[in-house]
């Protein structure tokens, strides 16, 4: 499998967890992100960090989600502080190849109470 997530839980509001995704057997990288999806939505964008280091954000997540990559452990992390319930979801790590091939993970279950 060429992504594992972990790091997944259940937190109280304004905890902190952080997730990360170990990637293998893939070889140049454009992009490396997070995803979200609760029951019966879209799965959406939470955060991704590009081969240059750049970062995007959902805007419900700046200022409190930090995606962040080390390259010598071929791993993405997404650090999560001030969670609050609407954090809810199943999480996924995603890579994009520069030949447009996407590659997921399992996902990860963030449970956030009130």
């Known amino acids: 499998v060429p992504l594992q997530a972990s790091g997944g839980g259940l937190v109280q509001a304004g905890g902190s967890l952080r997730l990360s995704c170990v990637v293998s057997g893939i070889s140049t990288i454009n992009y490396m992100a997070w995803y979200r999806q609760t029951p019966g939505n879209q799965r959406e964008l939470v955060a991704l960090i590009f081969s240059s280091s750049e970062t995007n954000y959902a805007d419900s997540v700046k200022g409190r989600f930090t995606i962040s990559r080390d390259n010598a452990k071929n791993t993405v992390y997404l650090q999560m502080n001030s969670l609050r319930p609407e954090d809810t979801a199943v999480y996924y790590c995603?890579?994009?190849?520069?030949?447009?091939?996407?590659?997921w993970g399992q996902g990860t279950q963030v449970t956030v109470s009130s």
């Open positions: 995603k890579v994009l190849t520069p030949d447009r091939s996407a590659f």
